[in-house]
């Protein structure tokens, strides 16, 4: 079958390349946004890559001129990941099997451009859907789902490795089920939640929240590169990492117990963590 996949991220984009090359379909074009509208002045990155396997199709013209190209191409089903930007009827129309998504949240649970949102918030999986894309965000019928606990070791890396593997699993069952035209299961909307980009204030790990909180909330703001922060000792850090530290120690949550080069022993609300910087 002749894939077309809308990405601006490349390991995103990589499920889609390596599972059209085990079930045996090709990607005949990539779409992807220019510099301006992703990565700021100079090239992109992403087309750079992507360029030597495949045609790439940079526009933000999505109406007009990916349409266009893409119903020249006639593909059999297109496929989107991490692309911002919602897929208008104009290409929805034109793949003969449909539009599929990949969304890295149980949906109907985390619509919305921050699905991290729901581990920062509290949830003990880690979870991902396949859904058919239609005219709004993250609400078409799905496909596949699949969850696994959250990793031993919770960092963000180890989370977004966590992502990938359950995404290309995902994209196996509901690319079958697309070329056998199963319709999905259509999304309960009163079960919804929206998982909106973080506010600037919740980047800031506190102290006072017990040791497991303040682990999950770093992976979840950490899944992309270290944004975390927190003050300690009066100075504002951008945290990598943080785990759980031997010993109880003594004084208030925040209090600093032991520091080394890369880092410190901070008393929590429960106990101690280690915060890598």
Wanted: charged share 20%; no cysteine.
């Amino acid at each position: 079958m002749r894939i077309v996949a809308l990405s601006s991220y490349l390991p995103s984009y990589r499920i889609i390349s390596d599972w059209a090359e085990r079930a045996g379909h090709e990607v005949v074009l990539v779409v992807t946004l220019p510099p301006t509208d992703r990565y700021g002045s100079g090239p992109s990155p992403f087309a750079e890559k992507v360029s030597a396997e495949t045609g790439v199709l940079m526009t933000s013209k999505l109406k007009s001129t990916a349409a266009a190209v893409i119903g020249a191409l006639q593909p059999d089903l297109v496929v989107s990941a991490a692309f911002p930007r919602l897929i208008p009827d104009e290409i929805l129309r034109i793949p003969a099997y449909g539009a599929l998504n990949l969304h890295p949240s149980r949906l109907p649970n985390g619509r919305g451009p921050n699905p991290v949102r729901v581990i920062y918030e509290g949830a003990t999986t880690v979870d991902v859907t396949i859904h058919r894309t239609d005219n709004a965000f993250d609400t078409g019928a799905i496909m596949a789902q699949r969850s696994a606990p959250l990793p031993a070791e919770l960092t963000g890396p180890a989370l977004f490795a966590a992502w990938l593997e359950l995404l290309g699993d995902a994209l196996d069952e509901a690319g079958a089920k697309a070329f056998a035209r199963d319709p999905g299961v259509v999304q309960q909307d009163g079960n919804s939640s929206y998982a909106a980009m973080f506010e600037p204030a919740e980047y800031e790990l506190d102290f006072r929240e017990p040791s497991a909180t303040i682990i999950r909330k770093a992976a979840a703001l950490n899944i992309m590169a270290p944004r975390a922060e927190a003050v300690i000792q009066g100075e504002r850090v951008v945290v990598s990492a943080v785990r759980v530290a031997e010993g109880n120690g003594t004084g208030a949550p925040g209090a600093v117990l032991a520091k080394d080069p890369d880092g410190w022993d901070i008393r929590s609300g429960d106990g101690v963590v280690r915060v890598t910087a």
